[in-house]
């Protein structure tokens, strides 16, 4: 009996946890884990954390497929030398070595994956992470269910020819039902099954695709939230007796702590908000200020991924746990505040590559946002590609539009519609985290202050997506503050010539408009000791 207690206290979830020792860590020791999708913004963070929390563990076989002329070492080579990496390499890096590349594609048969290294993945993973999706919102229909569903069933099988597997991990997201506006945690049949639009996939051409598409999303923004809603579909439906748990964020954002607090590496949700506001670039949008922005920081996400690989494996549930990975049901953040904490600090860490002083606001109706897109947008678009002819540039404002106002449309679909999100099953997981776990695997959301937060994001985009050093700042702040006085100088020039075409009839109107001109003038004349004081 003795001996039984203390394995349950090594391994068990349920026996008394000694707090001082990580379950989580133990459980990883040993083992070997294999990721996909270890090159996205979850899949760094989650090769990062391992490495640095499991320190015990074994192995980590990254699935990563030659690109641009590289091989898989090399793509490995580069992926390391990231910033997100620098701790690692600064205290532990020899666990460095632990990164094994697989050459592979999850397009392909077999993952791509070559007959030995297959061997190698059977006999030695214990674990696998499923983070390989594309996550763009203008992809073909037949790429889409490539990649976010027939992806998931060439893992299957690889899977369950696995000697030693004790859990699948799939990242879906939270809004993969978001036709829904209350989502469990549950995966919801689709009307028409998966199998049936592979096969469509298989023998329809392009148009014919793209006029059933909207049919089969059924009211959803786009193609990739319909197919991760496949995806779990099939997964539920093909796993057989491999445990599975699926994970679904919301909309991921910078980290809050770790590995750095505000690391990024991508334009999605409200970071390319961050950067085309503070480029001077988006003026104007439709959003509901008082609905919730349920984000959730990018080592939130990656604890509950490792928590959820570690009960899954330890419990063996009899059916797929789904764990919502959200916050607004737990604290909410509205769109409004999101433009109210960001503002000032774009404000404060403004980004050397303004285009205009940044400004304009949210709206809330749609046909509002539309006067101003043409007056803020499409008008200063023109006028900018006007001049660049006439100086011998190239024009590419009015291109650059066009495709914001694309990415903005789907973004739009979450600044205006809200969820409910329930997440039943992942604050039971919360419980059960003690001691060391707790500490080290924590993803509890009600600490964060969202406005070092909100700081920490602007400026990890800043460093991390624009690639501009802390150095550049005060030069950055200075032409800042010169955009605003040159914007200020433009209105000021369009409303004396406006009024001087309303006046040129009228004597006393014309001296009114010729001592504004003057007090113009002396605002002109102190605009350089502005500058350099």
Not at 19 to 29: C, E, G, T, Y
Not at 53 to 80: A, F, H, M, T, W
Not at 494 to 523: N, P, V, Y
Request: glycine share 6%; aromatic share 10%; proline share 5%.
């Amino acid at each position: 009996m003795a001996k039984a207690m203390q394995r349950d206290e090594e391994t068990g979830p349920l026996a008394t946890p000694n707090l001082k020792v990580s379950r989580i860590v133990d459980f990883f020791r040993d083992r070997a884990v294999f990721i996909t999708g270890g090159t996205g913004f979850v899949g760094k963070a989650l090769v990062e954390k391992l490495l640095r929390s499991c320190s015990g563990l074994k192995e980590i076989y990254l699935l990563l497929r030659p690109k641009n002329g590289q091989d898989v070492r090399q793509r490995l080579d580069d992926l390391v030398s990231c910033q997100v990496f620098d701790r690692i390499r600064r205290e532990i890096p020899s666990s460095l070595n632990k990164i094994i590349p697989i050459s592979g594609d999850i397009t392909e048969a077999e993952l791509g994956i070559s007959s030995n290294d297959q061997t190698l993945l059977i006999k030695n993973v214990s674990l696998v992470f499923h983070c390989a999706a594309t996550v763009k919102f203008d992809e073909p229909f037949r790429e889409y269910v490539s990649i976010n569903v027939l992806a998931c069933r060439r893992l299957l099988e690889l899977c369950k020819r696995m000697e030693h597997l004790e859990v699948l991990v799939h990242v879906s997201t939270a809004y993969s039902h978001c036709n829904r506006k209350v989502i469990d945690e549950v995966v919801y049949p689709e009307a028409v099954p998966y199998q049936k639009v592979i096969d469509a996939t298989q023998w329809m051409n392009d148009d014919l695709l793209h006029t059933i598409r909207p049919h089969l999303e059924n009211g959803r923004p786009c193609s990739y939230h319909y197919t991760k809603s496949l995806a779990e579909n099939l997964l539920v439906q093909e796993c057989g007796n491999i445990p599975l748990a699926i994970v679904r964020p919301s909309i991921i954002t910078a980290a809050w702590q770790e590995p750095l607090p505000g690391w990024v590496d991508n334009l999605n949700g409200p970071s390319g908000f961050i950067v085309a506001s503070g480029k001077g670039v988006l003026r104007t949008m439709t959003v509901c200020r008082n609905i919730g922005a349920d984000v959730v920081p990018v080592d939130i996400v990656v604890n509950m991924l490792i928590a959820v690989a570690w009960n899954t494996a330890i419990k063996k549930p009899n059916n797929t746990l789904v764990f919502n990975c959200t916050t607004g049901s737990i604290i909410k953040v509205t769109w409004g505040q999101i433009e109210k904490l960001a503002y000032p600090f774009i404000v404060k860490h403004p980004s050397m590559q303004v285009f205009r002083y940044p400004g304009g606001s949210f709206k809330h109706y749609w046909w509002l946002n539309s006067i101003y897109e043409v007056i803020e947008h499409n008008i200063p678009a023109y006028f900018v590609d006007f001049l660049a002819r006439l100086t011998g540039y190239k024009p590419g404002m009015v291109t650059l539009y066009k495709k914001l106002h694309r990415a903005v449309r789907i973004l739009e679909y979450f600044t205006t519609n809200e969820w409910t999100f329930h997440c039943n099953n992942a604050l039971m997981l919360l419980d059960q985290l003690e001691g060391k776990d707790r500490e080290t695997f924590n993803f509890d959301v009600h600490p964060i202050k969202w406005d070092p937060y909100m700081e920490n994001y602007v400026l990890g985009v800043r460093k991390f997506i624009l690639k501009e050093d802390e150095s550049t700042l005060p030069a950055a702040r200075q032409k800042l503050q010169r955009l605003y006085y040159y914007g200020q100088l433009a209105r000021l020039a369009l409303i004396l010539g406006f009024t001087r075409l309303l006046i040129s009839r009228s004597e006393k109107a014309r001296e009114i408009w010729w001592l504004l001109l003057s007090s113009g003038m002396k605002i002109i004349q102190r605009i350089p000791q502005q500058l350099t004081s």
